[in-house]
């Protein structure tokens, strides 16, 4: 699996949109990118992934750049709950092997 | 309620002492995984699980057992801890080995003294 950059940490003021990114430039033709977050020790929570189309759902957004070797998880209004470490990892579509590589993250905070 | 139940959540325990951290999921999924955290490594597979009776090593299996002898229960077997075994640990499952959205436990904090 394609290994995944990300800074070490970020801050966003509470209520803008946090864009957090995500270098994979070695990433394959069936790789997915997936984003999950951790909040405090807590188990990671699934947020959101795609493969080459940005994709929405009602946590996230999700921009994959053309030649997919970097994305940008968009959180549209950040609260003070979405302060977090939050994961990129690039994940073959496959039945064999081991799939997940979290990696260190990035530490979100979000300010009020 | 869909969900990923780890027992204990803590445990202290001393060098040497067999321990088994279960897991147990309700969503029927065939692919269970467990994985460590440590400060400024991130989350390590120790040992992941294809189906009933299929278990393979990930990153970091050395010091670890499982066993998979149903599908909704994969323990994590430690025959003989070691103070470098301290870490928190999740166990993590998803409806295949294929793309699928994983599941989480609330981890275990486990102390080896």
């Known amino acids: 699996d394609a290994k995944t950059t990300q800074p070490p940490s970020m801050d966003c003021a509470e209520g803008r949109a946090a864009n957090l990114p995500c270098n994979h430039s070695?990433?394959?033709?069936?790789?997915?990118v997936y984003w999950y977050r951790q909040i405090h020790s807590q188990g990671p929570q699934y947020i959101i992934h795609g493969l080459k189309n940005n994709e929405t759902n009602e946590m996230a957004s999700l921009i994959i750049t053309e030649d997919r070797k970097s994305s940008t998880l968009i959180l549209p209004h950040a609260t003070l709950r979405d302060t977090a470490v939050y994961y990129c990892i690039v994940r073959a579509n496959s039945n064999t092997g081991n799939q997940f590589y979290f990696g260190t993250g990035t530490s979100l905070t979000v300010i009020p | 309620e869909a969900q990923v139940t780890q027992n204990p959540r803590y445990l202290i325990t001393v060098t040497g002492k067999k321990l088994t951290v279960t897991c147990s999921q309700n969503m029927n999924h065939e692919y269970m995984s467990w994985y460590r955290q440590d400060p400024g490594l991130g989350l390590r597979q120790i040992y992941y699980?294809?189906?009933?009776?299929?278990?393979d090593k990930g990153d970091v299996p050395e010091g670890y057992k499982v066993s998979r002898k149903e599908k909704r229960n994969f323990p994590l077997i430690l025959e003989s801890p070691s103070p470098n075994q301290t870490s928190l640990y999740f166990c993590?499952?998803?409806?295949?080995?294929?793309?699928?959205?994983?599941?989480f436990g609330q981890g275990t904090r486990l102390t080896v003294v």
């Open positions: 070695t990433i394959s033709g069936n790789e997915y």
């Open positions: 993590a499952s998803s409806l295949s080995g294929r793309i699928s959205e994983a599941f």
């Open positions: 699980s294809m189906n009933v009776e299929v278990t």
